[in-house]
């Protein structure tokens, strides 16, 4: 039968915070830095990467505010080259790699699959360190100087033309990329070894699906990336000339390496997001996802075709036609996957009770602009049309409709849908939602108009443009502004909530993963006893009985 | 910690030897669960050298007479030794991981101190051949000369053997990329060896005092996937670098 951990839970109207749980189980600085539990180092990893997105926000609002005039006036040329690599290699690095997988998936994927822990606990706990180590490598870099290749690292500007500091930057980068390995590995091993009896591959939660498959983005390229950095550094250094054409060496070389690992790389950043969507989606219209099967192995399927697309970074870099020509219809069909996610979501809204909860507000906002982001996709992966767009605004557009408006909006979703199971406290709805609006219409006003300027052909990278496009660029400059406010309103309310947030109970949503039948927040080992899976994921009908039998255990 | 009392599907905790972790239900899961992270870690490890491997293709096929004669001017007798030293250094861990599994201590420490030993042994060969290579001016970036692919007769040694022509000027300078691949590769394999020097002498003291033999293999086990990697990568390295085309 079921597990006996339901009847435990407090009743959501008189529920209190639980005095044992993993927040409260030990006090003390050295209790943080050396703990192995999954829930302490991605609430570990959440400061962190909030922080380092506070610095590539920052940055990114400099960028736009360079941008009001068409003259280069705000900052130097070189400095707004600075701006942007930095924010570019922060925002990649150091936010969206690790944004969900290593904050709500490092919290929930060992609850989710009714384990005590993820697999290897001291390796978790390594790779927040690994991370913070590139973090502070990052702020040496900027306290240093800074660095201005692009955050693509392109060879021979990144090492033979500038002199800035590559070198650490590329450090960084290194060392951030072991750490998502080593995130990516242990979910991949929690995943196949610590399920609970009666946790089969499709009874697991399509969150869990979603980091598995970027998992094995991240343990199968981002080695790629390391060695591709090692070259760099050598290649500066030494003089290795493998990527130099004077000594022999290929240019275009380091691009199928970089790329080889960076366009995956934007599927690590999104697949994890997809799987929030899901969870949100299911239990705010209180349905099962529809194709539930469909949409696991999309992600599966997203994974494997992220792996052959690569070269469509480089239509206009010289590789040839035919390559060319096999990779834009490669490129294509990763949209299949992705469609096959978008329709299932509409689906299961199809006749659901759909409520407005924040997360879902977040979520909705994640279906719209993930679709134009991946629509305008299309016009780039086609090799006539990326011709024109390309190193415009327009892809800039692209990549952030797919990157803000898709992996940051479902962050926020499941910050906001996890957050009363993380902290045992609600945040305030109303402002919530009032943030989520707040952010999609900044959102649409920073980037609509670039799509706009990049078919009107302004070049991505460069500090000043022609005046005429400056009623544009003042709309995105405002847009951003407002984008500002709809971002810190979230750093500051849910901050205020973990003293002052109504009680939220172990179950606030009525939802149905294991993570959400147990006390909110939960113990340090998640569960008394493991549970037993005896029901389908998403099973609304059991949560019912559930329910039934709770009232008659208590009563 | 609440559920103590009742003893559960599973055995109770007191039953459980000290080394299974507390988040683990069963030592066998404990095993097959850090047996798995290593095959996965080993992939990433195949991903890492294959960045490298596919630059050594790519730049092998462009500049095939280049390599060629870069080739010959490493040792084949020293890297066919360095060959059989680490195939019986995996042959000896493997012995000492059969130790481990029977619980004979004294063996399982001596097969890990010869592991050590032959380690050392591929290290110092490794050692002797870029000093060859440093005395030659063929370490790139310092002082590379390219006088013996110019003007193979300035070699004697090596002309003797295989009467190369001279290269053309352009495909001579390539050599320079040839050695290059050669110490990153060989040198990616040797940090490698290190650090698996690094562990091995690590677990030499801790098997002295008795790990490894009282039924918690895991480690050993895993460290020897690794080892094994590690070997299975010179076995690619030393065909690549050493023998194309010794008979042209």
């Given amino acids: ?141 900027m306290a240093a100087g800074g660095v201005d290749t692009g955050w693509t690292f392109t060879t021979p500007l990144s090492t033979h033309y500038v002199n800035t500091h590559v070198i650490t930057t590329g450090l960084c980068v290194f060392i951030a990329g072991f750490s998502s390995i080593f995130t990516g590995l242990n979910f991949i091993v929690t995943i196949h070894k610590m399920r609970c009896p009666g946790m089969t591959w499709f009874r697991l939660p399509l969150f869990v699906w979603s980091n598995y498959a970027a998992s094995i983005l991240m343990v199968l390229g981002t ?8 070259l760099i550094i050598l290649e500066r250094t030494v003089g290795i000339g493998v990527f130099d ?22 599927y690590i950043m999104i697949l994890p997001g997809m799987g929030v969507i899901s969870e949100v989606v299911s239990t705010f219209s209180r349905k099962r996802v529809f194709g539930y099967t469909a949409v696991a192995f999309s992600s599966v399927a997203i994974a494997i075709f992220g792996f052959f697309v690569w070269a469509h970074h480089m239509f206009i870099m010289g590789i040839s036609n035919y390559s060319a020509l096999v990779f834009s219809l490669l490129t ?23 409520t407005f909860e924040t997360p879902m507000l977040y979520s909705f906002g994640f279906m719209g602009l993930f679709t134009i982001g991946g629509m305008t996709g299309v016009f780039l992966g086609a090799t006539g049309t990326d011709i024109h767009l390309t190193e415009t605004y327009f892809i800039v557009a692209h990549f952030h409709f797919v990157m803000v408006g898709g992996m940051l909006m479902a962050f926020l979703s499941g910050i906001h849908f996890w957050w009363p199971k993380w902290t045992g406290r609600m945040y305030p709805e109303k402002l919530s939602q009032l943030a989520a609006l707040i952010t999609f219409i900044g959102f649409n006003f920073t980037f609509f108009p670039q799509f706009i300027l990049g078919t009107l052909g302004m070049p991505r990278r ?22 500002g406010v709809g971002y810190l309103l979230p750093i500051l309310y849910l901050t205020w909530s973990l003293k002052y ?29 493991i549970p037993i899976m005896d029901h389908e994921a998403y099973d609304y009908e059991w949560l019912e009985r559930q329910k039934e039998k709770e009232v008659t255990s208590v009563g | 910690m609440t559920q103590r009392g009742v003893e559960g599907a599973h055995q109770g905790a007191h039953e459980h030897p000290a080394y299974q972790r507390h988040h683990f239900e069963s030592v066998e899961q404990q095993f097959d669960a850090t047996n798995f992270a290593m095959w996965l870690f080993l992939l990433t490890e195949v991903m890492f050298f294959g960045g490298l491997f596919t630059a050594y293709l790519i730049l092998r096929n462009w500049y095939y007479p280049a390599f060629v004669e870069g080739s010959h001017q490493l040792n084949i007798g020293w890297g066919t030794a360095n060959t059989a030293v680490l195939i ?63 003007n193979p007769a300035s070699d004697p040694e090596i002309y003797k053997e295989y009467h190369d022509k001279a290269l053309a000027p352009d495909m001579a300078a390539k050599t320079e990329l040839y050695f290059f691949l050669y110490f990153a590769m060989t040198g990616m394999h040797a940090l490698h060896m290190i650090v698996g020097i690094s562990i091995l002498v690590f677990m030499i003291f801790r098997a002295q005092a008795g790990a490894y033999t ?32 010794r008979h042209q």
């Fill in chain 1, 1 to 141: 039968m079921s597990t006996n951990t339901i009847v435990l839970l407090p009743d959501q109207s008189t529920a209190t915070i639980p005095k044992m749980n993993f927040l409260s189980k030990e006090n003390g600085l050295l209790s943080w830095l050396l703990t192995g539990d999954h829930k302490r180092i991605a609430t570990l990893y959440l400061i962190s990467i909030t922080f380092f997105f506070f610095i590539g926000g920052a940055l990114a609002g400099l960028i736009r505010l360079e941008l009001l005039t068409p003259q280069s006036d705000l900052v130097a040329t070189d400095t707004y080259n600075k701006l942007f690599t930095m924010h570019g290699v922060i925002m990649v690095f150091l936010f969206l790699v690790p944004s969900v997988p290593a904050t709500i998936g490092n919290f929930v994927i060992p609850m989710m699959v009714g384990a005590k822990d993820l697999a290897l606990p001291k390796i978790n706990l390594l790779s927040w360190y690994l991370y913070m180590g590139a973090g502070i490598m990052m702020i040496y870099t």
């Fill in chain 1, 223 to 230: 080695p790629v990336l390391a060695i591709t950095l090692v």
């Fill in chain 1, 245 to 266: 054409p004077a000594k022999g060496g290929d240019p275009l070389l380091f691009q199928h390496l970089f790329w080889f690992y960076s366009h995956p790389a934007v």
């Fill in chain 1, 332 to 354: 294509m069909l990763v949209a299949v996957p992705s469609a096959i996610k978008i329709f299932n979501w509409a689906f299961t809204l199809y006749k659901g009770s759909i």
């Fill in chain 1, 462 to 483: 460069y500090a000043s443009y022609p005046p005429e496009f400056q009623v544009l660029n003042v709309f995105s400059t405002a847009g951003a502004s407002i984008l």
């Fill in chain 1, 501 to 529: 947030g109504e009680i939220a109970g172990s179950n606030p949503w009525q939802a149905t993963g294991l993570e959400w039948q147990v006390q909110s927040p939960p113990l340090t080992e998640n569960f008394p006893q």
């Fill in chain 2, 88 to 150: 019986t250094s995996s042959f000896t861990l493997a012995m000492g991981v059969w130790c481990a599994q029977t619980r004979r201590k004294s063996g399982l420490v001596t097969f890990l101190i010869l592991t050590f030993v032959l380690g050392m042994v591929f290290l110092g060969i490794k050692g002797i051949e870029y000093h060859e290579k440093w005395v030659k001016h063929h370490v790139p970036g310092f002082h590379y000369s390219e006088a013996s692919f110019l």
């Fill in chain 2, 214 to 245: 009282s039924g918690h293999v895991t480690f050993v086990e895993n460290f020897g996937l690794y080892w094994h990697f590690v070997d299975i990568i010179w076995i690619f390295l030393f065909p690549l670098l050493y023998l194309i085309s």
